[in-house]
């Protein structure tokens, strides 16, 4: 291949094994068809599924780059973990797969877990919480882990989608998704 082709042949490649390992995050398999749900709430009062809080967007456009906080209940025995999947449902390359990030939260047993907030554009996370998938955002946009609402204002729709998972922790084990549930955050 001559010098360009073989560069955007490379870009191409290294931006497909980078989107996979993002989408799948840590490939969980479904362990029914039909899985039970969870009941999923906001910790904080101030997020109500309405608009996004003032002050909780990205620091793109004047807010604090946080995320809500959740109350996850019906968390199904076996669940080592909670992932969060955040989503911007108005813009296409962001809007499914965790796209504004997957936070992951350890879970040591219980139907019930509160699940902090985290920080945008950071590594640093609460304890027991851990960075699944980075947002799959670049340039201005680029996020170590979560992406706070970041679409200047225009209305978009953010939601999360709350997995209670196991975790595989030893070689040979399976990665399983036992109990799912969506929640708007809000717009923005």
């Known amino acids: 291949m001559k010098g360009i082709d073989m560069r955007i042949a490379v870009a191409v490649a290294s931006l497909a094994l980078t989107l996979g390992a993002c989408v799948t995050g840590g490939n969980y398999k479904p362990v029914a068809e039909n899985l039970p749900e969870l009941k999923v709430s906001f910790a904080d009062p101030t997020w109500t599924g309405g608009a996004v809080p003032a002050g909780k967007q990205c620091s793109n456009f004047g807010g604090q780059d946080e995320s809500p906080s959740f109350v996850v209940e019906n968390i199904p025995a076996g669940a080592n973990a909670i992932i969060v999947e955040y989503n911007d449902l108005d813009y296409g390359p962001l809007s499914s797969g965790g796209g504004h990030g997957k936070i992951g939260y350890w879970h ?37 882990g979560y992406l706070a609402p ?39």
């Open 108 to 144: 040591n047993g219980g139907n019930k877990a509160v699940l902090p907030a985290v920080p945008g554009y950071s590594t640093a996370m609460p304890n027991g919480a851990f960075i699944e998938a980075k947002a799959l955002s670049s340039g201005q946009y680029a996020s170590q």
């Open 150 to 188: 970041c679409s200047g204002g225009r209305g978009h729709k953010y939601v999360a989608e709350v997995k209670a998972v196991y975790k595989a922790r030893k070689e040979g084990e399976e990665n399983r998704l036992l109990a799912k549930q969506r929640i708007v955050i809000g717009s923005y």
